[in-house]
C-alpha cells in the first residue's frame, strides 16, 4: 500500500473530448509526478509539480496540463483526445526528504 | 536525449533458478537508480533502489551498480513463479526530478 490513490480506475472516452485524472497522497508528499504508459512500453514522464508549481515537463504537448492543490492532491487534464492518448497514466509522489516515487493503482485511459 | 536501455527479453528461466536482468544508460550525472517490479495491467511497485557503486541485497534481490560502464542489474535468486512480471529500471538525474524508465523486461519462472 503506497498511499497513492488514482481515481477513476477506468475511462472511456471518444476522440476529441476532454478529460481529468486525479491523484491523492498522504501528507508531506510535496512532489507529484505523471506519467503515461502506453502498452508494452516503459512510463513516459508528462510533468512534475511541487508545491504547487510546474518544476519540470517531458516531451508532451499543452493540451496536457495539471494542478497540484495544497492538500496534496493534483490533477491531469487532457485536451481534445487523440486515439494515441490511450494508455495507463500513473500518478507517483514523494516527499522532499525521501528519493523514492510511489505509485498510485493508475488510470487506465481508453479513447474510441 | 537520456536513455534507459532494457535491450534483452523475454526472459524465461525454471522455478529456483537465478534471474539476471540487465540495464544501461546514458547519462553519465546519473545519480539514483531503481527497480521496479509490473505485474500485468497492476502499477510498477519497488523492488530496489541503489545509489553507490557495489552489490546491494535485500533478501533474495541483488541490485548491482557500474557507474563507469553505465550500468545497473538485478539478480533474483530461487526465483519463484511469482516472480513473473516486467521489470522496468528507472534511473533520476537529480534529488527532485523524473525518473526515466526503460522500456522493461518480461520473466517468465516456469515451474
Known amino acids: 500500500e503506497t498511499g497513492v490513490t488514482q481515481s477513476p480506475t477506468h475511462l472511456i472516452k471518444t476522440r476529441g473530448q476532454q478529460v481529468t485524472l486525479r491523484c491523492s497522497s498522504q501528507s508531506g508528499h510535496n512532489t507529484v509526478s505523471w506519467y503515461q504508459q502506453a502498452l508494452g512500453q516503459g512510463p513516459q514522464f508528462i510533468f512534475q509539480y511541487y508545491r504547487e508549481e510546474e518544476n519540470g515537463r517531458g516531451n508532451f504537448p499543452p493540451r496536457f496540463s495539471g494542478l497540484q492543490f495544497p492538500n496534496y492532491s493534483s490533477e491531469l487534464n487532457v485536451n481534445a483526445l487523440e486515439l494515441d492518448d490511450s494508455a495507463l497514466y500513473l500518478c507517483?509522489?514523494?516527499?522532499?526528504?525521501?528519493?523514492?516515487?510511489?505509485f498510485g493503482a493508475g488510470t487506465r485511459l481508453s479513447v474510441l | 536525449q537520456k536513455e534507459v536501455e532494457q535491450n534483452s527479453g523475454p526472459l524465461s528461466v525454471p522455478e529456483g533458478a537465478i534471474a539476471s536482468l540487465n540495464c544501461t544508460y546514458s547519462?553519465?550525472?546519473?545519480?539514483?537508480f531503481f527497480w521496479y517490479r509490473q505485474y500485468s495491467g497492476k502499477s510498477p511497485e519497488l523492488i530496489m533502489s541503489i545509489y553507490s557503486n557495489g552489490d546491494k541485497e535485500d533478501g533474495r534481490f541483488t541490485a548491482q551498480l557500474n557507474k563507469a560502464s553505465q550500468y545497473v542489474s538485478l539478480l533474483i535468486r530461487d526465483s519463484q513463479p511469482s516472480d513473473s512480471a516486467t521489470y522496468l529500471c528507472?534511473?533520476?538525474?537529480?534529488?527532485?526530478?523524473?525518473?526515466?524508465f526503460g522500456k522493461g523486461i518480461t520473466l517468465s519462472v516456469r515451474p
Open positions: 547519462d553519465r550525472g546519473s545519480q539514483s
Open positions: 507517483a509522489t514523494n516527499t522532499e526528504a525521501k528519493n523514492i516515487q510511489y
Open positions: 528507472a534511473v533520476k538525474y537529480g534529488a527532485n526530478s523524473k525518473l526515466t
